[in-house]
């Protein structure tokens, strides 16, 4: 069954302006596709915000992993309760939006195989073709929309942090507007095929004995989000000008490259592999 509940959620991280202003300023515009749905709109991380800054404390897009521990000193950690204690209060559907410096386009992400989140991701595909689908598994339930069974997060870029660029906020609008849609109307929700990129390997950026990094994301690598990689590829350049190969036994496809929230971790990109889902 159809949640009538919907949560969105904009502004988890504070410098994703897309989504906070997306829920702050076109409430009106993007409620007349959700008439017959119970929608409430929430600034996810208020404190970061104010600071333009990815989090104060710790990520909350991470924290949710953690409400087990006592960490009386991050206020992510008592946001992530919060936004728990809401979610958890009645069912519902959640949908998370961000922005990415990656040149991922207009991407929808669902950690759990729920159905709904499936048949929701077809159906925007459908209507937005230029709208790819990735399969993040959470397994620890770690990000917010996780929460929840049943929900998605819309991920637009690329984007500069703490900017607001037209083309983002409208991607950002239509897909949200076409999300609630679907959710309004279940009945137009058909069953068909789903291509999807499921996140299958994490890969770090070369670095020396001290933690620092010995290369960057090589130029031919550099944009191609979603682009096929098989056998040998250029993964990195080194700083004294060497080419940096990787190999890949099968076609793989890798996102968010150079993502620079990511460099704290020294993540440089994901890759994927592509599959079919019948739904």
Same mark, same amino acid.
């Given at each position: 069954?159809?949640?009538?509940? #919907?949560? #969105?959620?904009?502004?988890?991280?504070?410098?994703?302006?897309?989504?906070?202003?997306? &829920?702050?300023?076109?409430?009106? *515009?993007?409620?007349?596709?959700?008439?017959?749905?119970?929608?409430?709109? &929430?600034?996810?991380?208020?404190? $970061?915000?104010?600071?333009?800054?990815?989090?104060?404390?710790? *990520?909350?897009?991470?924290? @949710?992993? @953690?409400?087990?521990?006592?960490?009386?000193?991050?206020?992510?950690?008592?946001?992530?309760?919060?936004?728990?204690?809401? &979610?958890?209060?009645?069912?519902?559907?959640?949908?998370?939006?961000?922005?990415?410096? /990656?040149?991922?386009?207009?991407?929808?992400?669902?950690?759990?195989?729920?159905?709904?989140?499936?048949?929701?991701? $077809?159906?925007?595909?459908?209507? %937005?073709?230029?709208?790819?689908? &990735?399969?993040?598994? *959470?397994?620890?339930?770690?990000?917010?929309?996780?929460?929840?069974?049943? +929900?998605?997060?819309?991920? #637009?870029?690329?984007?500069?942090? +703490?900017?607001?660029?037209?083309?983002?906020?409208? /991607?950002?609008? $239509?897909?949200?507007?076409?999300?609630?849609?679907?959710? /309004?109307?279940?009945?137009?929700?058909?069953?068909?095929?789903?291509?999807?990129?499921?996140?299958?390997?994490?890969?770090?950026?070369?670095? *020396?004995?001290? +933690?620092? %990094?010995?290369?960057?994301?090589?130029?031919?690598?550099?944009?191609?989000?979603?682009?096929?990689?098989?056998?040998?590829?250029?993964?990195?350049?080194? @700083?004294?000008?060497?080419?940096?190969?990787?190999?890949?036994?099968?076609? %793989?496809?890798?996102?968010?490259?150079?993502? $620079?929230?990511?460099?704290?971790?020294?993540?440089? @990109?994901?890759?994927?592999?592509?599959?079919?889902?019948?739904?």
């Amino acid at each position: 069954m159809t949640p009538q509940r #919907v949560l #969105v959620f904009g502004g988890t991280h504070g410098n994703e302006w897309t989504g906070i202003f997306a &829920i702050k300023k076109f409430v009106h *515009d993007i409620q007349q596709e959700a008439r017959d749905l119970e929608v409430e709109f &929430i600034v996810a991380n208020p404190e $970061a915000f104010v600071l333009n800054r990815r989090f104060k404390d710790e *990520d909350l897009n991470r924290a @949710f992993q @953690f409400l087990s521990e006592a960490r009386p000193h991050s206020y992510e950690h008592r946001r992530a309760r919060e936004i728990r204690e809401l &979610i958890v209060e009645r069912p519902c559907f959640v949908i998370d939006l961000h922005t990415t410096t /990656a040149s991922m386009g207009n991407t929808v992400i669902i950690t759990r195989q729920h159905p709904l989140n499936l048949r929701i991701a $077809a159906e925007l595909v459908s209507r %937005l073709p230029e709208t790819r689908v &990735i399969l993040s598994p *959470d397994p620890h339930r770690k990000y917010l929309v996780s929460q929840s069974d049943s +929900g998605l997060m819309i991920e #637009v870029g690329p984007v500069a942090n +703490g900017v607001l660029e037209p083309k983002a906020l409208a /991607a950002t609008k $239509a897909i949200l507007a076409e999300t609630l849609r679907g959710l /309004a109307t279940p009945s137009t929700l058909t069953k068909t095929t789903l291509e999807i990129y499921e996140e299958i390997e994490d890969i770090y950026y070369p670095l *020396d004995e001290s +933690g620092e %990094l010995t290369a960057y994301i090589h130029p031919e690598l550099q944009g191609k989000d979603f682009s096929p990689l098989s056998g040998e590829y250029l993964a990195f350049k080194s @700083f004294d000008g060497k080419d940096v190969k990787r190999v890949t036994s099968e076609v %793989l496809y890798p996102i968010f490259i150079n993502e $620079a929230a990511y460099y704290p971790t020294k993540l440089a @990109f994901t890759l994927c592999r592509k599959k079919s889902v019948d739904l």
